[in-house]
C-alpha cells in the first residue's frame, strides 16, 4: 500500500486541483468507477467544510493537508487541519425528506460522509482535527 499526500491552501480555487488528484490516485490504484465517484464528492464536500468555516477568525499560517491510501481491499483518507475544532460527527442528520425550500441549508457533506464511506472517525490532536474516511472495496 502505498500513501499518496497532497497540501493545499484553505481557497476554492484549490478543488479543482484537489479533484484531479484524487481521481489520478484512484485511477492509478485502479478504484472503480463508483467508490471513486464517492470518494471524490465526500473529499471535496470535507475540504469545502475546513475552506468555509474552520480558519474564520483564526491568524495563518493555515493548513490543510490529506493523505490517501488504497489498497487491495481499502482506500483511507486522511484529512488533517489547523482550524477551529469541529467533529463532524456531531452534526445532526438532514431531512432529506423535506424539499429544498424546507430544508435548513447544509449538512449534506457530513450526510455523504455517513452513507457513502463505511468508516468515519474524528479526533482532536496536537490543536488539529482529524478525519479519517475508509471505503472497502470490491
Known amino acids: ?7 493545499i491552501e484553505p481557497n476554492v480555487a484549490e478543488i479543482p486541483r484537489l479533484n484531479e488528484w484524487v481521481e489520478e490516485v484512484l485511477t492509478a490504484a485502479g478504484v472503480g468507477p463508483t467508490p471513486m465517484f464517492n470518494t471524490t464528492l465526500v473529499i471535496e464536500e470535507a475540504v469545502m467544510n475546513v475552506i468555509d468555516h474552520a480558519f474564520e477568525g483564526i491568524a495563518p499560517p493555515h ?9 487491495p481491499d481499502l482506500l483511507r483518507v ?3 487541519d489547523n482550524g ?6 456531531t452534526a445532526p442528520v438532514p431531512d432529506i425528506t423535506l424539499s429544498l425550500a424546507e430544508r435548513e441549508p447544509g449538512g449534506l457533506g ?12 474524528y479526533r482532536r490532536e496536537a490543536g488539529e482535527n482529524r478525519l479519517v474516511l475508509e471505503k472497502s472495496l470490491p
Not at 63 to 71: A, C, D, P, Q, R
Not at 110 to 121: A, I, K, L, N, W
Open 1 to 7: 500500500m502505498t500513501t499518496n499526500r497532497l497540501t
Open 63 to 71: 493548513k490543510i493537508e490529506l493523505s490517501l491510501t488504497v489498497g
Open 78 to 80: 486522511e484529512l488533517c
Open 84 to 89: 477551529r475544532e469541529f467533529d463532524p460527527l
Open 110 to 121: 457530513v450526510h455523504f460522509m455517513r452513507t457513502m464511506m463505511d468508516r468515519v472517525e
